[in-house]
């Protein structure tokens, strides 16, 4: 996959398991955080997730290597398909010291309407844009 997205995650105590390792829900808190800031990057503002007509519909997880505290952490982000209502995202926790992959998300976001709670459309606006970065073809 072709990441032309990253950005740094910064690992707190309070990340930690008992094992000493990133718990695997604030694993998913690190996808949410990359997933805005691409989105911000691809539109060139600050995203208001109260307005946004996009919302993550299905997660996948696949935890490769546990991530600890000294890791020097990114996540990686990019957008590969487009459906009439969805998208599919790809995104991997990887560690800049050893470019070791340590988790991988797949997820689909769809559009969606908050007033009548129902599936729309992905915006043309977004497609266009989303393209240009990811250089699509």
């Not at 694993?27 to 060139?44: I, L, M, P, T």
């Not at 290597?65 to 957008?79: G, N, S, Y």
């Not at 010291?97 to 459309?121: A, Q, Y």
């Amino acid at each position: 996959m072709n990441y032309r997205f990253s950005t740094p995650i910064q690992i707190k105590m309070c990340d930690l398991d008992p094992f000493a390792h990133v718990n695997n829900g604030v694993q998913c808190n690190y996808f949410d955080y990359g997933r805005g800031q691409y989105f911000e990057k691809v539109f060139g503002e600050p995203i208001d997730w109260m307005t946004m007509d996009m919302v993550l519909v299905h997660v996948e997880l696949d935890f490769r290597r546990p991530i600890k505290i000294h890791d020097e952490i990114v996540c990686e982000t990019t957008i590969y398909e487009f459906g009439d209502k969805s998208l599919k995202m790809v995104q991997q926790l990887r560690c800049k010291k050893t470019n070791e992959v340590k988790t991988v998300c797949h997820c689909v976001l769809c559009g969606f309407d908050r007033e009548t709670e129902k599936s729309i459309p992905i915006q043309e606006r977004y497609k266009e844009r989303i393209t240009a970065f990811e250089e699509m073809r």
